[in-house]
């Protein structure tokens, strides 16, 4: 044993006292099983700090920093859902003149073309769609 503590180059002390927490039951074993089943309650959509206020609510007083380790060591991440799609952002751009002022029949064909773009974004890509 004295080989494999000289050649890993850790001291004797700290040998003895990781062979010690080795042989210590988990004492975060309870709360680790309540965070995963929040997580799998909420499938997968609460984090840290949801996950603490709803074990506060449930009577387990415990600071965010530790239910974010646990988290961590479960590998137990929040899935983010994705944003609502908003288009309306106030007056931008230039506002083209109203010249069709909603005259939409004439006496021959050709005589008036409209358009239309809408812009979506969606899944970070941004897809235009012409009418």
Not at 25 to 52: C, S
Not at 65 to 73: S, W
Not at 94 to 111: S, V
């Amino acid at each position: 044993m004295k080989a494999l503590v000289a050649f890993a180059q850790i001291t004797r002390s700290t040998y003895y006292d990781l062979v010690k927490k080795m042989n210590r039951p988990d004492p975060d074993a309870d709360l680790k099983a309540e965070i995963q089943a929040i997580y799998d309650e909420h499938e997968g959509r609460y984090g840290y700090r949801r996950i603490r206020d709803e074990l506060a609510d449930r009577g387990q007083k415990v600071n965010h920093k530790k239910v974010q380790r646990i988290m961590k060591e479960l590998g137990l991440k929040c899935v983010v859902r994705m944003k609502k799609y908003k288009s309306y952002k106030g007056t931008v751009g230039k506002i083209a003149p109203n010249i069709l002022d909603r005259k939409f029949t004439e006496d021959a064909p050709n005589e008036k073309w409209v358009t239309d773009i809408t812009e979506f974004k969606l899944y970070g890509e941004k897809l235009y769609h012409l009418y």
